[in-house]
C-alpha cells in the first residue's frame, strides 16, 4: 500500500509501527485459521470438580496467603459506554408505538419501581415534566420516563459506561457497579494490611465521572469494610487501535485518512501488562451482585485463589529444580505427570526425549504466565467455552475459546460445539510472575493467528474491522490454565437492563 506523510504522522501519533499496519492489513487480507480442536473440556477431562475437602483447604491456603502478606490485586474491565443495554429502550422510543407492546417493555414498566434507579428517574420526570412516573404512566407518557432515563438532557444512561449506573438498592440508598465491586474487593483481596488494590480500565471520556464517583464513595465503603482502597485507572491504549479495511482487503480511509478503530477487550493484554501485583483478579464489571447474595461469590473467588497459589507454588518449586540441573529420572516423571494431570498439557513426544530435552521441554512449559478460571454449567448463557485444543507445538491444552474460532464446516467440530457442557463467565485469578518473582512480558505470549474479523457498517459503507485475539481468549492462549467449575449463583451479568430485575439483582 502507498503510505501518505500524514498516515506517518497518525501512526506516530498513535505509536503503531508500519510494520504493524502492514501486518494487519495481510489479516484483513488473508483471514484467520481456525483452532483445532481435540475435544470439548469436561469435568474430569480438562475441568476440575473440587470436592468439599479440596475448596477447604484452597480457601485456607488463600487467607494464610493473605495473612502473609501476598501483593494482591483486582482488574475490572470497565470500559464503553452501556447504549447495548438499553437497546430495546432505544427501539421503543424511536419506534411508533406509544405504549409498551412487547414483553420487554411491559417488564420494564411493570416493575419499574424495583429499578435501584427508580428514585432518581422520578426525581427527574419531576423536574423535565412536572409529573411523577406513575402520574406519566396514567397519562401514558411512557417515551417521556424512558428518555428521562436514556436521554442526555435526563440521566444520560444511553451513554454512561455500566460502571456508572445503578445496580443495586442498598438501604437508604443505592450501588453503581464500581461500588459493588469495591465491596467484593475489600471481602476477598484485602491484604494484610487492610489494603485493597483495584484496578479499573476506563474510556477516556468517562475518566472524570469514574474519578468522581471514586471520590463521593470510597469513604464510606472504606469505613463500612474497615479496609483502605488504592483505585487506579487505565485507558486502553491507541498503539492497540487496529486499521479496518474495505472489503477487497484495501486500507478503508475517511477524508484520505486511515481508519482505526479499538482493537477489542484483547487490547487489555496491555493494560494488565503493566500492573504489577503477585495475584491478580480479573471480572467483568457487569457480573457482580449486593452483599446480601455474595456468599457464593466471596467463597468461590477464595477457592480459585488458593487454586491458583498451590499450583504456582508447585511449578515454582519445579523451575528452581530445574535451574539447577538436570534432576533424576524419577524427578523428571514427576513433572511430567503433575504437566499431564494438574496442568493437563498432553500430547507430547517426551517419550522419545532424553533427560535434557525432557528437562527443557518441562521448564518451557512451566515458567509461564499461570491463570485459574471458573467454569459454569451451560445453562443457555451467551459466552466462551472450554476446549482442549492444539498448539502451534502439536500439544494439547485447555483454551477459552469463542465459537468464531471453530470451524462451521466441520461436523465434528460442531458436534463438539453443542456437547460442550461449561461455558467461561470471565471469573480469572492470575499470576504474571515467573519463578524468580520477575514479570513476564505478557505480549509475547498472545496467540497472534487467534484474532478474528467481523463486518461493520461505517456510514453506508461495508467495511472490516479487525478483533485482536481475547484477552482471556488468544492473548492468553500460551499460559498455563486450569479450569474450575463454579456454580452458576457467581455468574450474574448485566446484558439488558431488564437483567437488574433478576432475584440475584435484587
Known sequence: MDITKSDIEMLQAKGISEEKLAEELQMLANGFPFLKIEVPATPGNGIFVLNEQLEEQSANLWNEYLDKGGKVLKMVPASGAA???????FSFVNGKKEKPDNDFMKKFFEEIEDFAFFPVLNAMCMK?????IQSLIKEKRYKDIVKALIDKE??????????????????????TAIEEHLAEGAQYAAGKDGKVHVHFTVSEDHMPLVEEKFEESTGKLQHEYDVTFDLTTSVQKPSTDTVAANLDGTPYRENGALFFRPGGHGALIENL???DADVIFI???????PDARREDTIKYKKIIGGVLVGVKQKADNYCKVLSKGIPSDDVLAEMLEFLHKVLCITHDNTAEMDSAAKAEYIYSKLNRPMRVCGMVKNEGEPGGGPFLAYNPDGT?????????QIDPDNKEAKKMLKESTHFNPVDLVVSTKDW??????LPDYVDKATGFISLKSREGVEIKAL???GLWNGAMSDWNTILVEVPVSTFNPVKTVNDLLRPSHQ
Open 83 to 89: 447504549s447495548r443495554m438499553f437497546k430495546d429502550l
Open 128 to 132: 423535565l415534566y412536572g409529573l411523577s
Open 154 to 175: 435526563g440521566m444520560n444512561y444511553g451513554q454512561l459506561p455500566k460502571a456508572l449506573l445503578r445496580f443495586h438498592k442498598v438501604p437508604g440508598t443505592s450501588r
Open 273 to 275: 501488562n503493566d500492573l
Open 283 to 289: 471480572k467483568n464489571i457487569d457480573n457482580v451482585v
Open 396 to 404: 494439547v491444552s485447555p483454551q477459552i475459546l469463542e465459537s468464531t
Open 436 to 441: 524468580e518473582g520477575k514479570k513476564f512480558n
Open 467 to 469: 478483533e485482536l485475539p
